[in-house]
Every structure is written in structure tokens, then in C-alpha cells.
């Protein structure tokens, strides 16, 4: 053995070798077969065999004792352990081969090998949770204890369950030593989730909105159903890619539609609560959510709505967590989806950013259904995903998705003056637009113009600055216009403002 450790050889070394070489001893067989050793008979005075009822006694055998687990001797301490002990090995001692109570590396290994708290730290990559996998020693374990975060009690409790093997952590720094323990088990709920899934071959995420949310329609509704679901499984899989779109799923008051996204991604990753889009502690909050629902899409402003596209466009997010001191990126996970009673007014304000939302106008929803095949929906998506099927509209899909959402934006009331005012006209000025819309020169401004091209520019017209002749105006002109129709513009005098 000395000559192992002068070699360098360690604790692992030494016990590998040691299970190696030791085998347990098995008696030989006594059943009566070739071979087999015929039982001892006693004789009487005349050499007559006694029956072994009466006298003889079969050979005992003998079961060898189990070999003593290896252990194995510090050299500092002169300690010996176990091989399931040999962590204590590795703690920090003094020259007496004392263990210090204060050190982190001995709370660390404490905490980390002791039985009653092994395997209780992990690390939720999804959720960036600290969790308590196992319940803990400082609380009482029951039928109904699952799994959970771990809380600001547990930090204290642990603290004291250290103190009963005279130890002598600090409230202060116990927090970062749990973080590291947690983080050597870490795992993601949501991959192992996706990765478990096996597909039955029956497709059905083509026809979930028609199918499950009786939504009608033949070629935009299958479309958009199967690009959502797979758009889902993709930031699931892929954390941090691109996913813009969102759907937005329309219907009357208590029509379960929430209840519906609810039982689609699981009530474990799913949530419609947020504190405010794109303030800090709504990316906090979205660690650890899948789906996330965006409540009454009709009641957002201009403003909110800008927010909502913003956010849909963001592929990760920077924060501090709370158990850290600096600043992290996260890759998204989460996807949203809009719900929605529009009773039949136009909800879409901005038409430039109007691609971002797929509309679907729900009929009756099937909860049951969505809550039965749930595994098997994102089964199908898991499968697309990963046979590259990819999750965004093209060519007519985009068309068709254009026509619906047409359908839903709001229609600017200076679009019925403009639009008259600018058919017969090749180029126009913004000043003649404003003369149009009775705006005297003095009173126009920014907010005007800005109004002014939005509504251009749903009208199909490009914007351009004229500096010909000593001008420099801002105006527009009708891509789809003749060249012999906009030199004759040309030649005229419009007489501008």
C-alpha cells in the first residue's frame, strides 16, 4: 500500500484496485450430479451402513465471510475511511487532523455527501431555480412533499443543520456554497421534458386549431397551427432562436381560451401573469415559463403594442438572478400567445408591425382533447423541429397570413380623406396631403407627419424627399404608377405649399 501512494496512486486507485482482486468463495454443489461429492455414511461394529437419519451427517459447508469494504488512510491524519466515506478525505483539516468548522470546501462537502442532504441541491437550467430535489433534513417529509425552489428559510435551516456537526457557516455566504452544489447536479425541465417524448406517427399539431380550438378554415389556419406548435418546441430545444410571431386567439368572453394554453403547455411552464414587458423583473419572472399568454390584446395602446413587437423580437435577455452578482444572458425560452374578445373591431393598430400576429378566431375549444394528447402534440412538433422543419410563413403563407391580419387592423379615419385626394395623383407632397386633410401649415407637426406616412404607406405609396429646383420636401409617389403617367406629373406645376 505504501508503495501505491508513493506512486501517486489515490484514494479512487487504490479502491478500484482493491474491488478488482476480491471475490467472494461459492461452496461446490451437493445436487447429486457427476461429480458431486457423495454424502458421509457412519458404519456400526459389523462395517453395516447406518441410515443417515440416524447417524450420518452431511458435510457442512462453509459460506465465506464478505469482505470488509476497502478503506482507505490520509497521510495527513493518518484517518481512515470507508470507500463510501472516502469524501471526508478531502476535507479541510488542521495539523492535529481536526476538521476546521469554518471552511466553505467542508460545508460544501457536508452538505453535498451527508446522507440525509445528498442529493438534495439542484440547479434548474429552465427555470435558473435553485431546486430541492429531495426533502431536506430540517423538514418533515410527507406523502404529498414534491419537489420545489429552494427559499430563503431553507438558507437559515441549513445553517443550523451544519451546526449540529459543530460547524460554523455563515447566513451570509451559505447561499453561494448551495449555488455550487446545485450547479455540479444541474439539469433543464423542460429539454428532459421534450426529450422524453416519443411520437406515435399520427399527425395532428396541422389540425390542433381546427381540431381542438374549432377554428375554421382550409389553407391559413393548418399553416399557422403547425408553425406555432413547432415554434415552441424549437425555442424548447433551441433556446434563443428566432421566433417573432405569436398567436392570437380570438373569441368571446369565457370561451377557455386561456384555460386552453393552460393545459397546451402544461401548468408547470406556463403562466398569463408578467409584471411589465421588458422591465427587470418580467425577465426574471420569465425564467422557467413556456408559454406565456398575453391578456386582452384589445385593451394595449399604441404604446403597449409597440412593447408586445419589441419583446417578440428579442432573442435573449440581461439580468442579475438573485442569488448572483453579475449580470447573466439568457437565451429565450418562452413563446407568447394573445387571447383576445374583439366582438368585431379592428385590434391591430400598426399595420408595419401587424406580421408579427397570427389570428385565429376560436370556435368551440376541447379541453379534454387538448389535455389528453398534450404529450403527443409536442411529441409531433419535437419530431418536425428535429427533421428541420422550420417554423415561419413564406410566399403564400405570408399572403394568406396578410389577408387575415388586413381583416384586423385598424383603419386610420384620415385614410377615407386621403385616399380619395391621392388616386389621380402620381407624387404628392406632404404639405398637399396636409392642405387635403384641412391642417393650416402653421399648426402641423411631427406627430402629424408621422400620422401622414403611416397611412401612405398602407395605401402601398413610397415616401421620398424632392430637392429639385431649390426644394426640399417630403413627399410621396405611387410605385405602381406608369413612367409615361409620372413624367406627365413631372412636367406640371403642382404649385406646393
Not at 476480491?22 to 457427476?34: F, M, N
Not at 409617389?477 to 406627365?488: Q, V
Request: proline residues 6%; hydrophobic residues 35%; charged residues 30%.
Amino acid at each position: 500500500m505504501s508503495d501505491a501512494l508513493r506512486d501517486g496512486w489515490s484514494n479512487a486507485d487504490i479502491d478500484a484496485f482493491l474491488r478488482a482482486r476480491v471475490r467472494p468463495w461459492s461452496p461446490p454443489a451437493h445436487d447429486g450430479t457427476t461429480g458431486a461429492r457423495a454424502p458421509l455414511r457412519a458404519v456400526d461394529d459389523t462395517g453395516s451402513k447406518l441410515e443417515p437419519s440416524t447417524a450420518a451427517v452431511e458435510a457442512r459447508t462453509v459460506e465465506q465471510a464478505k469482505p470488509e469494504p476497502a478503506t482507505v488512510t490520509t497521510l495527513h491524519s493518518r484517518q481512515t475511511f470507508t470507500s463510501d466515506d472516502g469524501w471526508k478525505s478531502s476535507l479541510v483539516t488542521n495539523e492535529e487532523g481536526k476538521v476546521k468548522p469554518g471552511v466553505t470546501k467542508n460545508w460544501s462537502l457536508f452538505l453535498e455527501n451527508m446522507p440525509a442532504t445528498k442529493g438534495v441541491f439542484s440547479f434548474d437550467a429552465f427555470s435558473m431555480q435553485i431546486m430541492l430535489m429531495h426533502c431536506p433534513p430540517w423538514e418533515r417529509e410527507g406523502s404529498s412533499w414534491e419537489p420545489r425552489p429552494l427559499s430563503d428559510r431553507d438558507t437559515h435551516e441549513a445553517v443550523q443543520w451544519l451546526e449540529t456537526f459543530y460547524m460554523t457557516p455563515k447566513a451570509s455566504n451559505i447561499l453561494g456554497v448551495i449555488a455550487t452544489i446545485a450547479e455540479r447536479a444541474k439539469f433543464d425541465a423542460l429539454n428532459d421534458y421534450l426529450a422524453s417524448l416519443e411520437w406515435d406517427g399520427k399527425e395532428r399539431i396541422a389540425r390542433f386549431a381546427s381540431d381542438y380550438l374549432g377554428c375554421a378554415g382550409d389553407n391559413y389556419t393548418p399553416l399557422v397551427s403547425e408553425r406555432w406548435l413547432i415554434s415552441s418546441a424549437a425555442r424548447g430545444l433551441r433556446p434563443g432562436c428566432k421566433v417573432d410571431t405569436m398567436p392570437i386567439l380570438e373569441g368571446p368572453q369565457g370561451a377557455k381560451k386561456s384555460t386552453a394554453l393552460k393545459f397546451l403547455y402544461g401548468e408547470r411552464f406556463f403562466t398569463d401573469s408578467l409584471s411589465d414587458i421588458g422591465s427587470k423583473d418580467a425577465k426574471m419572472e420569465m425564467q422557467g415559463v413556456w408559454g406565456l399568454e398575453v391578456a386582452e390584446m384589445h385593451k394595449l395602446n399604441q404604446a403597449e403594442t409597440s412593447d408586445v413587437k419589441k419583446f417578440l423580437s428579442q432573442q435573449e435577455d440581461r439580468f442579475r438572478p438573485p442569488y448572483g452578482k453579475t449580470v447573466i444572458r439568457a437565451p429565450r425560452r418562452v413563446v407568447l400567445a394573445g387571447t383576445i374578445n374583439p366582438e368585431g373591431n379592428p385590434y391591430l393598430r400598426d399595420p408595419t408591425g401587424a406580421r408579427r400576429f397570427w389570428p385565429l378566431e376560436c370556435g368551440v375549444i376541447k379541453l379534454d382533447e387538448i389535455k389528453r394528447d398534450r404529450d403527443q402534440l409536442w411529441a409531433e412538433a419535437v419530431h418536425k423541429f428535429n427533421a428541420g422543419q422550420h417554423w415561419w410563413l413564406e410566399n403564400d403563407g405570408e399572403t394568406a397570413a396578410r389577408v387575415e391580419q388586413e381583416k384586423r387592423t385598424d383603419v386610420d379615419v384620415w385614410t377615407g380623406v386621403i385616399a380619395p385626394a391621392v388616386k389621380a395623383r402620381v407624387t404628392i407632397t406632404l404639405l398637399e396631403v396636409f392642405k387635403e386633410l384641412g391642417i393650416p401649415h402653421k399648426d402641423a407637426s411631427r406627430l402629424h407627419a408621422d400620422r401622414v406616412g403611416r397611412v401612405m404607406k398602407k395605401l402601398g405609396w413610397e415616401t421620398f424627399r424632392d430637392r429639385e429646383n431649390g426644394n426640399d420636401r417630403l413627399s410621396f409617389r405611387n410605385p405602381n404608377a406608369s413612367d409615361e403617367a409620372l413624367r406627365a406629373e413631372e412636367n406640371l406645376n403642382d404649385g406646393g405649399w
